[in-house]
Structures are given as structure tokens and as C-alpha cells.
């Protein structure tokens, strides 16, 4: 293998470069800038290449002959010797590379079932007996590179020392196109290499259809266009990156195509040209002439054909004459000078007796091989364009037909019973990226053509003439009769050189023929070995220089991704006291914001100013953090939220209006991040308290076409009463939960469950005593405020102070702020009533009570009637709670259920004593709220023999009536009045008191509602009212 490391001058390559966008920063960028390059990393580089192709036909013995003349190119006829030279001559010149070998039938495959064994279970041992065969003929240093076998076809090839190391992106495949449309008994074995990472090489032996007649024809036709339509290999990998899709036969820079085409002689008969030839090869064409004597025959030393080869006119007549049994030129002086020095003259050869070129020659082989080879149907159909017409090119052929011969003899055709006819069936086709490019071309070239003239057609012969730009007028129709028809006849005469020599001179830089030959002397199948060495020029990556390049690249993408990429820099804002930090997109590791505390309900908030600090418009948003469609907080829990505001607020005064999740800022323009923490869900608040979750987050601020900013976001959760179990807060001592967690959490390590072995400090959890007790007494204080004071007014809504809907506070927010303080009263173990600001009316105090009430029964995680102890009471089946709770009160054995309800929550005491404490104080509250006098329970017994029905119909409207109305109404109105209150209290608390299993249907539910609040109803009736 040659190498030049310098540059040639006028030095062309197989591909172009590209233009590269070198804004894009990702790898694939990278390396397309690099590969855009190529020119200044590659150099020209040159190896031999072998190519071998033989149908076997499953002949024994046919491997033994395999190195004979294959690699010592043995078989030969006499004028090609000295092409013959390999490697093992020891002449670095003629030293082949890369060997490539396509076998056909090397199995024996003779029913279809075979075919159908070889999908299911190929077997290798034909494959292995030829790799052995060729490794043993090859030297040493020769290295398997790639191999395919596909039924009775074998692809092999192997490179010399100094090549293996510089193959790549090898890949094999294979297409069948034989019986049925798939099986492997016809069809092509492929294998793609790379060499030096630039050139891509592909190599194809295929073995098409048999048999002369038309339809053969065209199915081997359709094999072809299937080889290419299927065939695929791995996509390609240079430098680390690969490519998208598959590559194909197209893609490559040099492509070669081999193996048993079964091209046949059209039109001929098969007896004329086995008599023809045989005359030839038995020397008795033109016995005249001593060249072509039998003893010169094929059968003797051999026949001159041509020598493909170009050499010195010199060597060409001295080769010719010592074939015609003459003496060179030189030779006759000499011996002339010796015999008569003296002599002023000697006689001249008579020019007669120099033989003509083979070429020239009428009675020549080469002139009958010429005059048969325009009926080979291959040459026809690449001319006519329907196979190998897209810049694939044959060498000429100077040899004889390669089928069919008797196994074992050397020049003797097919004498069998069916005779078949001599016939170049084995063949050699190549093609480079030029070639290829070059028909496209020239197609493009005539589609243009066609259209042109198909405009002047239609303009008429007169309108084309008035045109201008047209100098004559043409009609093709009529125009060129004078001409011969090519249509007279289907063959043109053969000229060895169309597409051989004019092309290699146009390419000879890149590939050259220097041979293309079949052995005749090889006779163990009835097939000739066909061999070819090409001398191929390509392009190879000097390593150093490719890293010089890349290296240049890499800055210049980084150098046009600062300068045109879009720069944010963020500020973050922090209120009070604590410290703002400042990043770019230099140094981003201080950007962090920390809300410190975060309490159940607060909601904590922050500001980052977000400023567009670069040359372009920059783009950015927050990557939103992934949800499931998980109902369980666990996989869903979030407490953080963003939104983007204008830094400036509108003349009149209203809030910053929100940009959406996405914002573009032009240069200079600045836009503010609101970020808000908030713990406002029971399950979050548990989750927290348990060391389930932490109030961490990493928020990415996304800039498209940027660099991605990372902001760390911290809070520390302030442990609460709120999503804690009665086991737990029993054993919670004084000082509050929040320092007796601190404790634990100091202990374990992080924030956790307080443990149920701990001891138990209280009957119940002190925070229900602290509510309850709180509830009771602003109740009584806001009656009395609405006594003395003319602006207060307690509402007279059943379901108040419990119900949110009668709330009187229109202020959400400053009742949510109440409400926070009342929670942290309880967490801190604080009065409850400390809790307000003196300005704080009886009636907001309330309200906020009752409101973090709701919040911490919902949040106790066994509830105060347990799921255990509900089961229970349902197993008991009283009759209260099968009745709404107007008739529950009043059901002869309500206080039977009460006792059986009593004695079941007993089982779990503390429970027990929550459940008493809480529908006693809620009864207390009912009744300050609603209240109902003696003298009202005197009347209402006094007229019990009144009408029921006509008492019931003293409803809500009746407390409109003037209380002049009578006694009677009076306190028909306020029992009315207590029980609607009673019933909006156990609706309220029925389901925050009971915990019941889960239920799917709706009506379950409900049925399950009814019955929970039925419950809360039986004890909040005095006993006597």
C-alpha cells in the first residue's frame, strides 16, 4: 500500500464539503464542521485490490484449486503471466491489499427443502472448509475481515497487515431472491467497509437466474433491483457519532458488483459458437498461420488473446514475435553483426511476417470474442438502461466465455447431452461515486432535452422560428431520416474500450483495471474462475491532523455559541434582612433562595429579576416538574409554583399583571420570577411531619438555545398538629409539638412519626381541650358582644360558626392569617386566645377557632372514632342510625344506641374521651347559639296535644312571625331553630369525627354520610330537651 503524506497540488476527493451551521452546539454539529473539513486531514492513499469470482457448482476438489489461481494466479494463458505477480513474489508493487472472494454453489442445493434447512439452520462447514482453503494459500499477515454466507453463496474478504488496521464500519448482509421470491438459492451476499475513515467501499456477489429465454431475462432483472432495494447495513460511526438511517448500495464511494451474473448470447446458435471457439482453442481456425497451430493451442502453452495491460510498442512486437516462433528484432541484428561484421547491409524481416495485432487480426480470437460479445445480453440490457445502467462500467473482455465447460478439461465446451451454449456468465461489474453522479447527470441532462423539444413541438415549426433565440429549426420527427436507423438492428458492434479505457483515463486517479482475466487451466468445475486487480486511490484520515482540525472547530463553535447565544442573568431578591446573591451564566453555584420557616397555611414568597444580559432575544421558562395521574400526594407533592410579572406596576395601582409560563426579553429587558411555597393539604402537612417529603426543589430556569440556570429552593417545615394521629399527640409533652419534634428529629436525625412506645402524657390530645374550650368560650363572648355592642350582629345561620359558608369574614386572607396564628398556638402550646390582635372582633376569633377546628379533625389520621370501631357500631345494627337525624332524636331507643355506641368506643379510651369531650361541647355550643328556656320547654309540653303535623309547619318562616304571636309559636320556633342547628353540626362533623372504609358506589357514600351524621346527632340532644 503507497501513502503520500503531502498534499498533492490539483488533489480532487470523492466527496464535497458542506456548508456547516456553527451556531448549533450539539455533537453531531461538532462533527459535521469537522467532516466539512475532510480535505485538510485526508491524504491519498493507494492499494491493490483482488476480486475472485467462481461457481464452484459444488464440484469436489474445487478448493484445493482455490489458491492456485487465486493467489498465485496461476491458470492464466501464456501472455498473461506477468500480471500474474503477488505478494509472495516479494515485489512490493504488485502487492495485493485487499483480497475479496464471491463463491457460488458451494453447497449442494437441489430440492427447495434444502433452501428451507438453510433459513432455519444454516450450516457453516462449507464456510469454514473455504476460509481454511484461502488462509492457508494467503501469507501470514493476511486477516479475515469480513465474511457472508447465504445458502450456497460466500463473500470473503481479507486485507494485508497494513490495511486491516485502517478497516472500519464493517457490515455484511444478505438478500434472497431465489425460489418463492426468498429463498437463498439465488441472490447476493454483500459486505461494506470503510477504509481510513472517509472511503467507503461495497462489495456484492450475487448469483442470478438461469436460462436463455426472455423470461429469464427479466426475472434476473428483478433479482438485481431487489439486491438493491433490500440490501442495508449498519449505519456508519466516525468519531463517536453515527449516523441516522441504515446505508444502501448508492452510498458508497467505490462499489463491486461480482459473481455468477448467467448472462447468455442472444440469437445464436449454441452449436456455431462452440465450433467457432473450439476452431480457436484447437489452433485450426487459420492454419496458416504457426501461431494458431494445435500444438499452440490451449491445450499446449497457450494462444495469444490480448495483454490488457499497456506496454512499450518494443515490448509488444518482442512479446508477439517470440509467440509466433520468431525472434525479437534485436536478437536477428545481433546475430547478424556476429556473422558479418564487415557487412555494410543485412537483410530486414519481411514485414508480412510480423502478425498482426489480435486485435487487428481478422482470424484472431479476440476478433471472434468481439464479434460475439454485442449479443451478450448483460451489455445489452446496461445499454438499454434496464440493469446496471447507473455508471456501472465492465472492463473488456478478452477472454473466453467462463460457461460451460467439461469438469476437467481445459478448452473442451459443454458436450453433454443438453450442449449448452458458451456464455460469459461470470463477471465482474464496478462503479464509482463519480460514475454514478456523472449519469445522473447526464439523465437530468436529457429530461431537459425532452422537454424542450416537446415545447418547440407543440409551439409548431413556424412559432419556433419567430423565436429569437432559436437559430434553425428542427423537427424531430422528420428531421435525420438521412440517418442510418439504430433500429435495423439490435446489436451494435462491440468496441473493447467503450467504457473501459476513455474511462479510466477520465478517472485514473482513483480506480484503475489492470486486470481482468479468467483462468482457463482451472478445470475442477464447469465454470472458469474470473479474477480482476484494481488499483484504487482513496482518501485516508491522518490522525494528527484530524485532531488539529477538531480542534480548531471546537473553538470556532464555541467562540460563535457565546457570541450568538442568548444570556440571561438572575438576581435573586430577598425581603428584609436577608441577603441577595447574583449569578450569570459564568458562575451560577450562589444561586439559591431559602424561605426559612414554612408553616402549615403561610404562604411564603420570593423574587427573582430575571435580566436579558446578551445580544440576542433570549427565551426562557421554567421546566415544569413532572406529574403521574397517581392520586396519592406521595407522587404528586408539590409546594411550589412560579409566575412571571412585569417589574413595574400599572399607574393605577393594580397588581402585576402574570406573562404566562413563557417569556422572551429582548436585549437590556428585565422581567420578575414570583415564586410562592405553600402547605396548604392535609396529606402534605402528614407527609411532611412523617419525613416523607422536604421542602427542597431544584428549579431549572430553561433558556432556549442557552445554558440551562439551576436554582436551588430551600424551606425548613415547622412541624405541626395538623396529619397527626390521637396516638401521636397523646404523647406529645408540654411545651408543645413543635419542640417536642425538634427533639426527636435533634435525636433521629431528620423529622419523623413520633413513636407509639413512647409514654402517654395525656387522656387526649391537649390540642382538642385547647379548641374545644377556645369554641365554647368566643361563642359566649360573641353573644354577649352582640348585646352590647350595636355594629356586632352573630349570625343567624344554622350551620354557624362551623359552616364556611356562613362565615361573616369577607377578608379570606386575614381569616387565613388568624387561623395560621391559632395553629401555631397549638404547635407552640400557647394560649389560643394570645393568638389575636386586640383589634380582632369575637366574632373573627371565632370564626378563625372554628376554621383550624375543621382542619385539625380532618387531619387526625385515625380520626376520633377509629375505621376498627366504626365497623363495630355498623355491626350493631341500632336503629338511630338507619333514620335521618330528625327522627333518630326522637326514636324510643336512642338512648339504648347511645349506651351501645358509648360501650364500643370504651374498648379504645382515649378515643373514647375525644369523642365525649367533643359532642359535649358542641351540644354546649348548640344550645348557647340556639338556646331553648324553660318557659319555651313548658309551652312546647303544654300544647303537645295540639296537631304534630300542624306544629312541623311552623318552619324557618315562623321566625319572621312577631313574637306577639303567642307562647306556643314562640317555642315551637326556637325548638325548631336548636334542632336545625343540631343537624348542620353533625353534617359538619359526621365525616371529620367517624372514619369509615372506602367506598366506590356514590350511593354507598351517602348511605355511609347518613349514617355518620346520625351518630354526631344522637349526642348532641340534651337529655330531657
Same mark, same amino acid.
Given at each position: 500500500?503507497?501513502?503520500?503524506?503531502?498534499?498533492?497540488?490539483?488533489?480532487?476527493?470523492?466527496?464535497?464539503?458542506?456548508?456547516?451551521?456553527?451556531?448549533?452546539?450539539?455533537?453531531?454539529?461538532?462533527?459535521?464542521?469537522?467532516?466539512?473539513?475532510?480535505?485538510?486531514?485526508?491524504?491519498?492513499?493507494?492499494?491493490?485490490?483482488?476480486?475472485?469470482?467462481?461457481?464452484?457448482?459444488?464440484?469436489?476438489?474445487?478448493?484445493?484449486?482455490?489458491?492456485?489461481?487465486?493467489?498465485?494466479?496461476?491458470?492464466?494463458?501464456?501472455?498473461?503471466?506477468?500480471?500474474?505477480?503477488?505478494?509472495?513474489? $516479494?515485489?512490493?508493487?504488485?502487492?495485493?491489499?485487499?483480497?475479496?472472494?464471491?463463491?457460488?454453489?458451494?453447497?449442494?442445493?437441489?430440492?427447495?427443502?434444502?433452501?428451507?434447512?438453510?433459513?432455519?439452520?444454516?450450516?457453516?462447514?462449507?464456510?469454514?472448509?473455504?476460509?481454511?482453503?484461502?488462509?492457508?494459500?494467503?501469507?501470514?499477515?493476511?486477516?479475515?475481515?469480513?465474511?457472508?454466507?447465504?445458502?450456497?453463496?460466500?463473500?470473503?474478504?481479507?486485507?494485508?497487515?497494513?490495511?486491516?488496521?485502517?478497516?472500519?464500519?464493517?457490515?455484511?448482509?444478505?438478500?434472497?431472491?431465489?425460489?418463492?421470491?426468498?429463498?437463498?438459492?439465488?441472490?447476493?451476499?454483500?459486505?461494506?467497509?470503510?477504509?481510513?475513515?472517509? =472511503?467507503?467501499?461495497?462489495?456484492?456477489?450475487?448469483?442470478?437466474?438461469?436460462?436463455?429465454?426472455?423470461?429469464?431475462?427479466?426475472?434476473?432483472?428483478?433479482?438485481?433491483?431487489?439486491?438493491?432495494?433490500?440490501?442495508?447495513?449498519?449505519?456508519?460511526?466516525? $468519531?463517536?457519532?453515527?449516523?441516522?438511517?441504515?446505508?444502501?448500495?448508492?452510498?458508497?464511494?467505490?462499489?463491486?458488483?461480482?459473481?455468477?451474473?448467467?448472462?447468455?448470447?442472444?440469437?445464436?446458435?449454441?452449436?456455431?459458437?462452440?465450433?467457432?471457439?473450439?476452431?480457436?482453442?484447437?489452433?485450426?481456425?487459420?492454419?496458416?498461420?504457426?501461431?494458431?497451430?494445435?500444438?499452440?493451442?490451449?491445450?499446449?502453452?497457450?494462444?495469444?488473446?490480448?495483454?490488457?495491460?499497456?506496454?512499450?510498442?518494443?515490448?509488444?512486437?518482442?512479446?508477439?514475435?517470440?509467440?509466433?516462433?520468431?525472434?525479437?528484432?534485436?536478437?536477428?541484428?545481433?546475430?547478424?553483426?556476429?556473422?558479418?561484421?564487415?557487412?555494410?547491409?543485412?537483410?530486414?524481416?519481411?514485414?508480412?511476417?510480423?502478425?498482426?495485432?489480435?486485435?487487428?487480426?481478422?482470424?484472431?480470437?479476440?476478433?471472434?470474442?468481439?464479434?460475439?460479445?454485442?449479443?451478450?445480453?448483460?451489455?445489452?440490457?446496461?445499454?438499454?438502461?434496464?440493469?446496471?445502467?447507473?455508471?456501472?462500467?465492465?472492463?473488456?473482455?478478452?477472454?473466453?466465455?467462463?460457461?460451460?465447460?467439461?469438469?476437467?478439461?481445459?478448452?473442451?465446451?459443454?458436450?453433454?447431452?443438453?450442449?449448452?451454449?458458451?456464455?460469459?456468465?461470470?463477471?465482474?461489474?464496478?462503479?464509482?461515486?463519480?460514475?454514478?453522479?456523472?449519469?445522473?447527470?447526464?439523465?437530468?441532462?436529457?429530461?431537459?432535452?425532452?422537454?424542450?423539444?416537446?415545447?418547440?413541438?407543440?409551439?409548431?415549426?413556424?412559432?419556433?422560428?419567430?423565436?429569437?433565440?432559436?437559430?434553425?429549426?428542427?423537427?424531430?420527427?422528420?428531421?435525420?431520416?438521412?440517418?442510418?436507423?439504430?433500429?435495423?438492428?439490435?446489436?451494435?458492434?462491440?468496441?473493447?474500450?467503450?467504457?473501459?479505457?476513455?474511462?479510466?483515463?477520465?478517472?485514473?486517479?482513483?480506480?484503475?483495471?489492470?486486470?481482468?482475466?479468467?483462468?482457463?487451466?482451472?478445470?475442477?468445475?464447469?465454470?472458469?474462475?474470473?479474477?480482476?486487480?484494481?488499483?484504487?486511490?482513496?482518501?485516508?484520515?491522518?490522525?494528527?491532523?484530524?485532531?488539529?482540525?477538531?480542534?480548531?472547530?471546537?473553538?470556532?463553535?464555541?467562540?460563535?455559541?457565546?457570541?450568538?447565544?442568548?444570556?440571561?442573568?438572575?438576581?435573586?431578591?430577598?425581603?428584609?434582612?436577608?441577603?441577595?446573591?447574583?449569578?450569570?451564566?459564568?458562575?451560577?453555584?450562589?444561586?439559591?433562595?431559602?424561605?426559612?420557616?414554612?408553616?402549615?397555611?403561610?404562604?411564603?414568597?420570593?423574587?427573582?429579576?430575571?435580566?436579558?444580559?446578551?445580544?440576542?432575544?433570549?427565551?426562557?421558562?421554567?421546566?415544569?416538574?413532572?406529574?403521574?395521574?397517581?392520586?396519592?400526594?406521595?407522587?404528586?407533592?408539590?409546594?411550589?409554583?412560579?409566575?412571571?410579572?412585569?417589574?413595574?406596576?400599572?399607574?393605577?395601582?393594580?397588581?402585576?399583571?402574570?406573562?404566562?409560563?413563557?417569556?422572551?426579553?429582548?436585549? $437590556?429587558?428585565?422581567?420578575?420570577?414570583?415564586?410562592?411555597?405553600?402547605?396548604?393539604?392535609?396529606?402534605?402537612?402528614?407527609?411532611?411531619?412523617?419525613?416523607?417529603?422536604?421542602?427542597?426543589?431544584?428549579?431549572?430556569?430553561?433558556?432556549?438555545?442557552?445554558?440551562?440556570?439551576?436554582?436551588?429552593?430551600?424551606?425548613?417545615?415547622?412541624?405541626?398538629?395538623?396529619?397527626?394521629?390521637?396516638?401521636?399527640?397523646?404523647?406529645?409533652?408540654?411545651?408543645?409539638?413543635?419542640?417536642?419534634?425538634?427533639?426527636?428529629?435533634?435525636?433521629? $436525625?431528620?423529622?419523623? =412519626?413520633?413513636?407509639?412506645?413512647?409514654?402517654?402524657?395525656?387522656?387526649?390530645?391537649?390540642?382538642?381541650?385547647?379548641?374545644?374550650?377556645?369554641?365554647?368560650?368566643?361563642?359566649?363572648?360573641?353573644?354577649?358582644?352582640?348585646?352590647?355592642?350595636?355594629?356586632?350582629?352573630?349570625?343567624?345561620?344554622?350551620?354557624?360558626?362551623?359552616?364556611?359558608?356562613?362565615?361573616?369574614?369577607?377578608?379570606?386572607?386575614?381569616?387565613?392569617?388568624?387561623?395560621?396564628?391559632?395553629?401555631?398556638?397549638?404547635?407552640?402550646?400557647?394560649?389560643?386566645?394570645?393568638?389575636?390582635?386586640?383589634?380582632?372582633?369575637?366574632?373573627?376569633?371565632?370564626?378563625?377557632?372554628?376554621?383550624?377546628?375543621?382542619?385539625?379533625?380532618?387531619?387526625?389520621?385515625?380520626?376520633?372514632?377509629?375505621?376498627?370501631?366504626?365497623?363495630?357500631?355498623?355491626?350493631?345494627?341500632?336503629?338511630?342510625?338507619?333514620?335521618?337525624?330528625?327522627?333518630?332524636?326522637?326514636?324510643?331507643?336512642?338512648?339504648?344506641?347511645?349506651?351501645?355506641?358509648?360501650?364500643?368506643?370504651?374498648?379504645?379510651?382515649?378515643?373514647?374521651?375525644?369523642?365525649?369531650?367533643?359532642?359535649?361541647?358542641?351540644?354546649?355550643?348548640?344550645?348557647?347559639?340556639?338556646?331553648?328556656?324553660?318557659?319555651?320547654?313548658?309551652?312546647?309540653?303544654?300544647?303537645?296535644?295540639?296537631?304534630?303535623?300542624?306544629?312541623?309547619?311552623?318552619?324557618?318562616?315562623?321566625?319572621?312571625?312577631?313574637?306577639?304571636?303567642?307562647?306556643?309559636?314562640?317555642?315551637?320556633?326556637?325548638?325548631?331553630?336548636?334542632?336545625?342547628?343540631?343537624?348542620?353540626?353533625?353534617?359538619?362533623?359526621?365525616?371529620?369525627?367517624?372514619?369509615?372504609?372506602?367506598?366506590?358506589?356514590?350511593?354507598?357514600?351517602?348511605?355511609?354520610?347518613?349514617?355518620?351524621?346520625?351518630?354526631?346527632?344522637?349526642?348532641?340532644?340534651?337529655?330531657?330537651?
Amino acid at each position: 500500500m503507497e501513502s503520500s503524506d503531502a498534499e498533492p497540488a490539483g488533489r480532487t476527493h470523492s466527496t464535497t464539503s458542506e456548508p456547516v451551521d456553527l451556531t448549533s452546539t450539539n455533537p453531531q454539529s461538532l462533527s459535521r464542521a469537522v467532516y466539512a473539513r475532510r480535505s485538510e486531514y485526508t491524504r491519498r492513499r493507494c492499494i491493490r485490490i483482488k476480486i475472485g469470482t467462481w461457481n464452484v457448482a459444488a464440484c469436489p476438489g474445487t478448493d484445493k484449486d482455490l489458491a492456485r489461481w487465486f493467489v498465485d494466479g496461476e491458470g492464466l494463458d501464456a501472455t498473461q503471466t506477468e500480471t500474474k505477480k503477488s505478494s509472495k513474489n $516479494g515485489n512490493d508493487q504488485e502487492k495485493i491489499d485487499l483480497y475479496v472472494l464471491g463463491l457460488q454453489e458451494i453447497n449442494e442445493l437441489t430440492a427447495p427443502s434444502q433452501y428451507m434447512t438453510w433459513i432455519y439452520a444454516p450450516d457453516t462447514t462449507a464456510t469454514d472448509k473455504w476460509k481454511a482453503a484461502l488462509k492457508a494459500g494467503l501469507p501470514d499477515e493476511y486477516q479475515l475481515i469480513a465474511t457472508e454466507q447465504l445458502a450456497g453463496m460466500l463473500l470473503l474478504v481479507y486485507a494485508s497487515s497494513e490495511v486491516a488496521p485502517i478497516v472500519s464500519n464493517v457490515s455484511t448482509t444478505s438478500v434472497a431472491t431465489g425460489a418463492l421470491g426468498y429463498l437463498g438459492n439465488k441472490g447476493a451476499v454483500c459486505a461494506r467497509i470503510v477504509l481510513g475513515e472517509a =472511503t467507503n467501499l461495497v462489495f456484492v456477489n450475487c448469483h442470478l437466474a438461469s436460462g436463455v429465454e426472455s423470461s429469464y431475462v427479466e426475472r434476473r432483472i428483478w433479482q438485481v433491483q431487489q439486491v438493491l432495494q433490500y440490501a442495508r447495513f449498519e449505519p456508519i460511526t466516525v $468519531g463517536g457519532v453515527t449516523e441516522d438511517e441504515k446505508g444502501q448500495i448508492g452510498d458508497e464511494d467505490f462499489a463491486f458488483w461480482f459473481g455468477d451474473l448467467n448472462s447468455r448470447l442472444d440469437r445464436l446458435p449454441g452449436d456455431d459458437i462452440r465450433r467457432l471457439l473450439m476452431l480457436h482453442t484447437q489452433g485450426q481456425y487459420d492454419l496458416s498461420k504457426k501461431s494458431l497451430r494445435r500444438e499452440d493451442s490451449l491445450e499446449g502453452e497457450g494462444v495469444v488473446v490480448q495483454r490488457l495491460s499497456d506496454s512499450s510498442d518494443d515490448a509488444k512486437d518482442e512479446d508477439q514475435a517470440t509467440a509466433a516462433g520468431k525472434k525479437p528484432l534485436e536478437q536477428e541484428s545481433n546475430k547478424s553483426a556476429d556473422n558479418g561484421a564487415d557487412d555494410d547491409s543485412f537483410d530486414l524481416p519481411d514485414p508480412d511476417e510480423f502478425p498482426l495485432d489480435p486485435s487487428e487480426d481478422p482470424a484472431s480470437l479476440q476478433t471472434t470474442l468481439t464479434s460475439l460479445l454485442p449479443h451478450d445480453q448483460l451489455r445489452r440490457l446496461m445499454k438499454d438502461r434496464k440493469v446496471f445502467h447507473e455508471g456501472w462500467r465492465e472492463g473488456p473482455i478478452t477472454f473466453l466465455p467462463s460457461y460451460k465447460y467439461d469438469v476437467g478439461t481445459v478448452a473442451l465446451f459443454d458436450s453433454s447431452e443438453k450442449q449448452r451454449p458458451p456464455s460469459w456468465c461470470d463477471r465482474v461489474l464496478y462503479r464509482t461515486r463519480k460514475d454514478k453522479e456523472a449519469f445522473e447527470k447526464k439523465i437530468q441532462e436529457e429530461e431537459e432535452s425532452r422537454k424542450r423539444d416537446e415545447e418547440m413541438k407543440a409551439q409548431g415549426m413556424e412559432n419556433a422560428g419567430d423565436d429569437d433565440q432559436v437559430l434553425f429549426s428542427y423537427d424531430p420527427d422528420n428531421d435525420g431520416d438521412d440517418h442510418p436507423s439504430s433500429s435495423a438492428s439490435p446489436y451494435d458492434a462491440y468496441d473493447e474500450n467503450d467504457d473501459g479505457e476513455e474511462q479510466d483515463e477520465e478517472l485514473g486517479e482513483q480506480l484503475r483495471l489492470d486486470l481482468y482475466t479468467s483462468h482457463q487451466r482451472i478445470t475442477s468445475s464447469d465454470h472458469k474462475p474470473i479474477s480482476t486487480i484494481f488499483t484504487l486511490d482513496y482518501d485516508a484520515i491522518v490522525p494528527d491532523l484530524k485532531a488539529k482540525v477538531h480542534a480548531e472547530v471546537a473553538r470556532e463553535l464555541d467562540r460563535a455559541e457565546n457570541e450568538g447565544r442568548p444570556v440571561v442573568t438572575i438576581v435573586v431578591d430577598y425581603q428584609g434582612s436577608r441577603p441577595r446573591s447574583e449569578s450569570d451564566v459564568a458562575d451560577r453555584s450562589e444561586l439559591a433562595i431559602d424561605f426559612g420557616r414554612v408553616r402549615f397555611l403561610e404562604k411564603m414568597t420570593s423574587s427573582l429579576t430575571l435580566a436579558n444580559t446578551g445580544s440576542v432575544p433570549a427565551t426562557f421558562a421554567f421546566v415544569e416538574r413532572p406529574t403521574t395521574e397517581d392520586p396519592d400526594m406521595e407522587s404528586n407533592f408539590s409546594w411550589l409554583t412560579t409566575s412571571f410579572v412585569r417589574p413595574e406596576e400599572s399607574d393605577d395601582g393594580s397588581e402585576p399583571v402574570d406573562l404566562g409560563k413563557k417569556v422572551t426579553l429582548e436585549p $437590556g429587558e428585565t422581567v420578575n420570577a414570583h415564586l410562592e411555597a405553600l402547605i396548604d393539604d392535609v396529606r402534605q402537612a402528614r407527609m411532611l411531619n412523617e419525613g416523607k417529603a422536604t421542602l427542597d426543589e431544584v428549579l431549572v430556569l430553561r433558556v432556549m438555545d442557552g445554558r440551562d440556570h439551576f436554582i436551588p429552593v430551600h424551606g425548613d417545615w415547622a412541624p405541626t398538629c395538623i396529619g397527626r394521629s390521637v396516638e401521636e399527640l397523646i404523647r406529645v409533652r408540654n411545651g408543645g409539638i413543635r419542640e417536642f419534634c425538634a427533639t426527636l428529629a435533634k435525636k433521629n $436525625g431528620k423529622l419523623s =412519626t413520633i413513636p407509639y412506645d413512647l409514654p402517654a402524657h395525656h387522656a387526649a390530645p391537649k390540642e382538642l381541650f385547647e379548641l374545644t374550650e377556645a369554641t365554647e368560650t368566643l361563642a359566649e363572648r360573641a353573644l354577649a358582644d352582640a348585646q352590647m355592642l350595636d355594629d356586632c350582629e352573630v349570625p343567624t345561620a344554622p350551620g354557624w360558626p362551623f359552616e364556611e359558608a356562613t362565615w361573616a369574614a369577607a377578608d379570606k386572607n386575614a381569616r387565613t392569617t388568624e387561623v395560621i396564628n391559632v395553629i401555631d398556638a397549638l404547635d407552640r402550646d400557647e394560649r389560643i386566645l394570645s393568638a389575636f390582635a386586640p383589634e380582632v372582633s369575637s366574632i373573627q376569633r371565632l370564626e378563625a377557632v372554628c376554621e383550624a377546628f375543621l382542619l385539625f379533625l380532618a387531619g387526625l389520621i385515625d380520626g376520633i372514632i377509629t375505621t376498627p370501631l366504626w365497623n363495630r357500631i355498623e355491626q350493631a345494627a341500632l336503629p338511630s342510625l338507619t333514620q335521618s337525624v330528625a327522627t333518630a332524636v326522637d326514636s324510643p331507643t336512642v338512648e339504648d344506641d347511645k349506651t351501645t355506641i358509648l360501650d364500643i368506643l370504651a374498648a379504645v379510651p382515649n378515643h373514647n374521651i375525644c369523642f365525649v369531650f367533643l359532642t359535649t361541647t358542641l351540644a354546649r355550643i348548640a344550645a348557647e347559639l340556639a338556646p331553648l328556656t324553660k318557659a319555651d320547654l313548658e309551652a312546647i309540653k303544654d300544647s303537645e296535644g295540639a296537631s304534630r303535623p300542624v306544629l312541623a309547619a311552623l318552619g324557618r318562616k315562623s321566625l319572621s312571625f312577631r313574637r306577639s304571636t303567642g307562647p306556643g309559636i314562640q317555642a315551637v320556633v326556637a325548638l325548631n331553630r336548636r334542632r336545625a342547628k343540631e343537624k348542620k353540626f353533625a353534617e359538619v362533623f359526621g365525616g371529620l369525627v367517624c372514619r369509615g372504609p372506602p367506598l366506590g358506589k356514590v350511593k354507598d357514600r351517602k348511605s355511609l354520610e347518613e349514617k355518620q351524621t346520625a351518630l354526631i346527632g344522637l349526642f348532641l340532644r340534651r337529655r330531657g330537651e
